[in-house]
């Protein structure tokens, strides 16, 4: 069931909700350089100036060749952590390109490379444990930052409530899997920076006793950097904070609706009017560009 937007209220409640999520990512992804340890996180440097022509095909039989060796070896780490990296690969070539604004989305296809990319991280990791290496785990942090750059877009782009929300949610469990991935390459390499970007990407999961952890083992590879950590990562936490109460106002709201009974308003376009109330919000804090 949608969530009821006929109410003037709630749909007020909704566009000051996802204005102060673009605000979040604008603020995360391009001035704290999530992502990108520092230097900024936008599609142009992920995907190297827009891909190939050929796109994800171009990776296609180096992609059937791994997983043929799956087929005959399941638990073979060497050929998983090689989709990990070809997986992605084929997702950053696949982007398109708006003539007009110069602007970049990734395609469809695109976003699936990378849920394939961090589907075979999880099976990589289940198989390989405390033995899981730096290299693979490095691309499947980057993966899982470009399926949080896409989720949101979707949730932006799309006119009804529910898919809204469970974009939203999607984004979350991505820059989750992202501090997770980032984790196991400090534990690899275990230096501030490294460290820094695992308690960014969990404080903007919401996941905050993750994300003191990493400080704590920051703090243990260098105490006076360390101890800057806290402001340093004041305003990431607070925005993880204000994400995950966002998610749970909507989730209420659409529970209250469902245990009502009262009639849908029909998603968030058509809605009394209101049309989207994510529209003219934009996607720029995910993909890089001026906020």
Request: proline share 3%.
């Amino acid at each position: 069931m949608l969530f009821d937007l006929q109410s003037p209220r709630r749909r007020r409640v909704v566009r000051i909700t996802f204005g102060a999520l673009a605000a979040v990512f604008a603020i995360s992804f391009v001035f704290l350089g999530v992502g990108t340890g520092g230097g900024g996180f936008s599609l142009s440097d992920l995907f190297g100036g827009g891909g190939g022509t050929s796109g994800a095909s171009a990776f296609e039989d180096d992609i059937n060749a791994a997983q043929d060796k799956l087929a005959t070896h399941p638990n073979d780490t060497a050929a998983l952590a090689e989709l990990v990296t070809l997986h992605y690969q084929a997702g950053t070539s696949e982007v398109q390109v708006d003539q007009d604004t110069g602007q970049q989305t990734l395609t469809s296809d695109g976003k699936q490379q990378f849920e394939e990319s961090v589907d075979a991280w999880s099976k990589y990791l289940k198989q390989s444990g405390d033995q899981a290496a730096r290299g693979p785990a490095s691309i499947a942090y980057q993966a899982y930052f470009a399926l949080a750059q896409a989720d949101f877009s979707d949730a932006v782009r799309s006119t009804s409530a529910t898919e809204q929300l469970q974009g939203l949610q999607a984004t979350l469990a991505d820059l989750k899997g992202a501090g997770g991935a980032q984790r196991v390459v400090a534990i690899s390499q275990p230096t501030v920076p490294n460290w820094t970007k695992v308690a960014e990407a969990f404080y903007l999961a919401g996941a905050t006793d993750d994300a003191q952890g990493a400080m704590t083992e920051a703090t243990k590879v260098d105490a006076k950097a360390g101890a800057k950590l806290q402001q340093q990562l004041k305003s990431s936490q607070q925005q993880g904070e204000r994400f995950t109460q966002a998610v749970d106002q909507l989730t209420k709201q659409q529970q209250q609706i469902q245990s009502s009974g009262a009639p849908a308003g029909g998603g968030a376009a058509g809605a009394g009017g209101a049309g989207n109330p994510l529209s003219g919000l934009g996607t720029g804090g995910l993909s890089g560009g001026a906020p």
